[in-house]
């Protein structure tokens, strides 16, 4: 009711909006902008126990104007799965406004590697030290996780934890792309990544699942040796479409005092372009 209170005729194209001075919407009027019956209509406002598609609540909340936070929260009122979010529902929130953000957060993430992915796991942002560590941003080496994962040898020399978790990597793209039905783009990733490595068409033709959350990760980097991470993957709420990827030194290991000398004056001037070598 508050939200249809606050569309007038004339933003919903009614032929007398200009004229009306009552504010808001009629039940009725929203009932036929939406195409359904307006004894049903009222029965939805009133929150009875009817039966509701996706389809119509769309109708009622393009009527009602309804941002992808509040059609979400209608779905959830009216008993149904919020559909996901849209990458550009809300303009004011654009990839540029965020990034800014997200990017000051990884550089503050310093002297410890962390990356911005988007939904097909292209690298969209990181840190000086995701650079130096794991090589992101390095010449010739592809901006998809997964493809620089199955195809990238110098990072695979280094990653001495690559065997344990490869299946695990696929596992975890393959529960990403369970929950964007039909995206055209994770199918790209996959079949580019298929042709380019028989090692991951194995795996994916295991057909594994396993939700994005944590991983053990090794690297044998150069200058400082072994560097043990717990690597966690962070949903951003307001672009759910992102994922934030932490890498923290492991425990009783001395990873984060070798990030600390590698991210240095010194360690820089020894370990520019390390990950090339």
């Not at 606050?6 to 195409?35: F, H, I, N, S, Y």
């Not at 990839?95 to 988007?118: E, K, S, Y």
């Not at 991210?263 to 090339?276: C, D, F, H, K, L």
Request: with cysteine.
């Amino acid at each position: 009711m508050s939200r249809r209170a606050r569309v007038t005729p004339a933003e919903a194209g009614l032929p007398d909006g200009g004229r009306r001075r009552t504010p808001g919407l009629r039940r009725e009027e929203v009932a036929v902008l939406a195409g359904v019956g307006a004894s049903w209509y009222q029965w939805l406002e009133q929150g009875r126990d009817i039966t509701v598609s996706p389809q119509v609540l769309d109708s009622v909340a393009r009527v009602l104007r309804l941002s992808g936070a509040e059609r979400r929260h209608l779905y959830v009122l009216a008993g149904l799965n919020p559909p996901l979010r849209q990458d550009a529902e809300d303009p004011g929130l654009g990839l540029t406004d965020v990034c800014a953000g997200l990017q000051r957060l990884i550089d503050a993430w310093m002297p410890f590697p962390a990356h911005i992915m988007d939904p097909y796991w292209n690298t969209i942002a990181y840190n000086e030290s995701a650079h130096l560590v794991l090589g992101h941003g390095r010449p010739g080496t592809s901006l998809n996780c997964l493809i620089a994962f199955f195809t990238d040898p110098v990072y695979r020399a280094r990653a001495a934890s690559w065997e344990a978790n490869a299946p695990l990597v696929v596992a975890q793209f393959r529960a990403a792309c369970s929950a964007r039905p039909g995206d055209e783009g994770f199918e790209t990733v996959v079949r580019e990544t298929a042709s380019l490595s028989a090692e991951f068409a194995g795996l994916w033709a295991r057909g594994d699942v396993q939700d994005g959350g944590q991983l053990h990760k090794e690297m044998d980097h150069p200058l400082v040796g072994a560097l043990l991470f717990e690597t966690t993957q962070l949903r951003i709420p307001v672009r759910p479409d992102l994922n934030i990827v932490l890498h923290n030194p492991r425990p009783e290991t001395d990873t984060a005092a070798k990030l600390e000398w590698l991210t240095s004056p010194e360690g820089r001037r020894g370990g520019m372009y390390s990950v090339a070598g």
